[in-house]
């Protein structure tokens, strides 16, 4: 039991943790919040008003006197409390699509920011359920849930004024639903938020299986994988429904209870109003107002018992948010080295991606506008050694460093990658024009340079024969392309940037081998000649390459060539 509370105690702790991220995040629109708030306010008290005006209308229609007055205020104020409304809901639309962005942004900018292998690690359907539906839940409560909680307080202050005015012993009795409400939302608090994570970790289950299947849609073809991946998509569902309805269930649970008092209360003031009446010491106007109030006394009671779910959800969404914000940005520093011939030095480097290590101790020099071939079997670390050059994963020990001809140095970090040119492996096109992809590489390249890159990477013939030549419109990793094409525009979006320090990752392994030397050759021919690190299985190419580097035993071996 001790630890049980011990536990709540440090989760509780988190939450004001969770609540000062809010509070930060809900600063700037505390204005817009605060004229949303007053809009509200007033249509609470109008509400009130109309109870006082029907009271009034009662009384006056059963003495027989003229109700015309009456009525017309009555309906000035109805029309006035709507256009209120109106004017609230457009205002929360407004201010829940401005913070849910602005959250949105802030974690999306956070995650390309971050370092590499520690973002890696979550899947891609889990993040886009953080930034979408954990974000709208967020944004929905501060622009939603949280004014409501203010309003809902107003509204039960002045109704139980009002009625205590009118009726202490109906006014009082009216809160006695406050203490069960109360306890039925800290018992659900408590189990809500761990169903509410839940939820959400099934919906990322859930969209990062259709995101992964959608992705890889040929390999479920070719394996006949097309029958099972219906029924685990139904059995994501199920198993997302099963937490939605425990959670739903529990809430509704509670929901009962409290309006089940809500009704006794009701029956309370009914019978309560009826007595009166027949004692002749009310009249039907008031015991109509004493319905009124007390349902508008316990009804902000029972929205404000609701209101802590809701809350739990927020929190709940912000924590999973938090996660995000809270991985290591990735190391950045002034640039300073000028942008000439580059080359890179690695000292002493050892890394592991768990306990084995994949480099120990290993050591490489890349000359200002040298060639070098990284070649060998697959998963001896020939990319991990490129992730490690771009910085994308640090090393456990030694140092990573670039050169120029200067002798300016500069430490390997993020900011390196403004004079590097990456072409990684497989289809990395983006949908779009062909001279958007390209323009990636370069966003100020002008159209000259556009077509100067496709020609150096031999792209230039077929994007001309294309119906809309550059202009083209190409799908999602370069659907209405070959692979061997959208490989060469891969390499027209490297060339394009002009960066001293080019890094070919099998960027040529959809090529032919004869359209594959020719590319190398036009990379030679640039000048100034770019300092290039090529992965390759193919080793003609080591024709065109001043150095070999071939990794055995977590060491890396330089073997001198003669280049061309």
Same mark, same amino acid.
């Given at each position: 039991?001790?630890?049980?509370?011990?536990?709540?105690?440090?989760?509780?702790?988190?939450?004001?943790?969770?609540?000062?991220?809010?509070?930060?995040?809900?600063?700037?629109?505390?204005?817009?919040?605060?004229?949303?708030?007053?809009?509200?306010?007033?249509?609470?008290?109008?509400?009130?008003?109309?109870?006082?005006?029907?009271?009034?209308?009662?009384?006056?229609?059963?003495?027989?006197?003229?109700?015309?007055?009456?009525?017309?205020?009555?309906? =000035?104020?109805?029309?006035?409390?709507?256009?209120?409304?109106?004017?609230?809901?457009?205002?929360?639309?407004?201010?829940?699509?401005?913070?849910?962005?602005?959250?949105?942004?802030?974690?999306?900018?956070?995650?390309?920011?971050?370092?590499?292998?520690?973002?890696?690690?979550?899947? =891609?359907?889990?993040?886009?359920?953080?930034?979408?539906?954990?974000?709208?839940?967020?944004?929905?409560?501060?622009?939603?849930?949280?004014?409501?909680?203010?309003?809902?307080?107003?509204?039960?202050?002045?109704?139980?004024? =009002?009625?205590?005015?009118?009726?202490?012993?109906?006014?009082?009795?009216?809160?006695?639903?406050?203490?069960?409400?109360?306890?039925?939302?800290?018992? !659900?608090?408590?189990?809500?938020?761990?169903?509410?994570?839940?939820?959400?970790? /099934?919906?990322?289950?859930?969209?990062?299986?259709?995101?992964?299947?959608?992705?890889?849609?040929?390999?479920?073809?070719?394996?006949?994988?097309?029958?099972?991946?219906?029924?685990?998509?139904?059995?994501? *569902?199920?198993?997302?429904?099963?937490?939605?309805?425990?959670?739903?269930?529990?809430?509704?649970? =509670?929901?009962?209870?409290?309006?089940? $008092?809500?009704?006794?209360?009701?029956?309370?003031? &009914?019978?309560?109003?009826?007595?009166? %009446?027949?004692?002749?010491?009310?009249?039907?106007?008031?015991?109509?107002?004493?319905?009124?109030?007390? @349902?508008?006394?316990?009804?902000?009671?029972?929205?404000?018992?609701?209101?802590?779910?809701?809350?739990?959800?927020?929190?709940?969404?912000?924590?999973?948010?938090?996660?995000?914000?809270?991985?290591?940005?990735?190391?950045?520093?002034?640039?300073?080295?000028?942008?000439?011939?580059?080359?890179?030095?690695?000292?002493?480097?050892?890394?592991?991606?768990?306990?084995?290590?994949? &480099?120990?101790?290993?050591?490489?020099?890349?000359?200002?506008?040298?060639?070098?071939?990284?070649? $060998?079997?697959?998963?001896?670390?020939?990319?991990?050694?490129?992730?490690?050059?771009?910085?994308?994963?640090?090393?456990?020990?030694?140092?990573?460093? &670039?050169?120029?001809?200067? @002798?300016?140095?500069?430490?390997?970090?993020?900011?390196?990658?403004?004079? %590097?040119?990456?072409?990684?492996? @497989?289809?990395? !096109? &983006?949908?779009?024009?062909?001279?958007?992809?390209?323009?990636?590489?370069?966003?100020?390249?002008?159209?000259?340079?556009?077509?100067?890159?496709?020609?150096? /990477?031999?792209?230039?013939?077929?994007?001309?024969?294309?119906?809309?030549?550059?202009?083209?419109?190409?799908?999602?990793?370069?659907? @209405?392309?070959? #692979?061997?094409?959208?490989?060469?525009?891969?390499?027209? *979006?490297?060339?394009?940037?002009?960066?001293?320090?080019?890094?070919?990752?099998?960027?040529?392994?959809?090529?032919?081998?004869?359209?594959? !030397? *020719?590319?190398?050759?036009? +990379?030679?021919?640039?000048?100034?000649?770019?300092?290039?690190?090529?992965?390759?299985?193919?080793?003609?190419?080591?024709?065109?390459?001043?150095?070999? +580097?071939?990794? #055995?035993?977590?060491?890396?071996?330089?073997?001198?060539?003669? $280049?061309?």
């Amino acid at each position: 039991m001790f630890d049980k509370y011990k536990n709540f105690y440090h989760d509780r702790e988190n939450q004001k943790n969770y609540a000062k991220w809010l509070f930060s995040y809900t600063k700037p629109y505390i204005p817009s919040l605060s004229v949303m708030l007053l809009f509200q306010i007033a249509a609470s008290l109008l509400s009130l008003g109309m109870s006082l005006i029907s009271k009034n209308i009662i009384d006056r229609a059963t003495a027989g006197k003229g109700i015309a007055y009456s009525i017309a205020a009555f309906v =000035t104020v109805l029309i006035v409390s709507q256009t209120i409304t109106i004017l609230t809901s457009l205002v929360s639309v407004v201010i829940s699509e401005k913070f849910s962005f602005g959250i949105r942004r802030n974690v999306y900018e956070k995650i390309l920011h971050t370092n590499w292998l520690s973002v890696s690690k979550y899947h =891609t359907g889990d993040l886009m359920t953080r930034l979408t539906s954990d974000t709208d839940a967020v944004a929905n409560g501060i622009s939603g849930t949280i004014p409501s909680i203010l309003i809902l307080i107003v509204q039960l202050t002045s109704s139980f004024i =009002t009625l205590f005015v009118f009726d202490r012993f109906l006014a009082l009795s009216s809160l006695l639903i406050a203490p069960v409400a109360f306890l039925a939302s800290v018992i !659900l608090g408590k189990r809500l938020k761990k169903l509410q994570v839940k939820v959400q970790e /099934s919906e990322s289950k859930y969209r990062s299986f259709i995101h992964e299947s959608l992705s890889n849609i040929m390999i479920i073809k070719s394996f006949c994988d097309e029958e099972y991946s219906s029924e685990h998509l139904y059995e994501l *569902r199920n198993e997302r429904l099963y937490w939605i309805l425990k959670k739903n269930r529990m809430s509704l649970a =509670t929901s009962s209870t409290i309006n089940v $008092g809500f009704q006794f209360a009701y029956i309370l003031a &009914f019978t309560w109003g009826a007595l009166g %009446i027949s004692k002749g010491s009310i009249t039907y106007g008031t015991m109509s107002l004493f319905l009124s109030l007390v @349902g508008q006394v316990q009804a902000p009671l029972i929205s404000l018992a609701q209101t802590i779910p809701k809350i739990v959800s927020i929190l709940a969404s912000a924590g999973r948010i938090i996660e995000i914000q809270d991985l290591p940005a990735e190391e950045r520093l002034n640039q300073t080295i000028e942008q000439t011939s580059i080359g890179a030095d690695l000292e002493h480097i050892t890394f592991g991606y768990n306990e084995d290590s994949i &480099f120990e101790d290993t050591s490489l020099h890349i000359n200002p506008g040298e060639f070098v071939a990284i070649v $060998g079997e697959s998963g001896i670390g020939k990319t991990t050694l490129i992730r490690l050059i771009m910085s994308f994963l640090n090393s456990d020990s030694g140092s990573i460093s &670039f050169f120029n001809s200067m @002798g300016q140095t500069e430490k390997s970090t993020a900011t390196s990658r403004h004079f %590097i040119s990456y072409v990684p492996q @497989g289809n990395t !096109l &983006f949908s779009g024009t062909i001279a958007d992809n390209v323009r990636m590489g370069n966003r100020n390249a002008t159209e000259e340079e556009i077509i100067a890159a496709l020609k150096a /990477s031999s792209a230039y013939d077929f994007v001309q024969n294309l119906p809309d030549g550059m202009n083209t419109v190409i799908g999602e990793k370069g659907h @209405g392309v070959s #692979e061997g094409q959208a490989q060469r525009i891969s390499l027209a *979006r490297a060339l394009v940037r002009n960066a001293p320090f080019l890094v070919l990752d099998e960027a040529t392994a959809s090529l032919d081998e004869k359209t594959e !030397l *020719r590319v190398l050759e036009g +990379i030679r021919s640039l000048t100034p000649k770019p300092t290039c690190i090529l992965i390759t299985h193919r080793r003609s190419v080591l024709n065109y390459c001043d150095k070999e +580097i071939k990794i #055995e035993d977590k060491k890396i071996k330089e073997i001198p060539l003669g $280049g061309m």
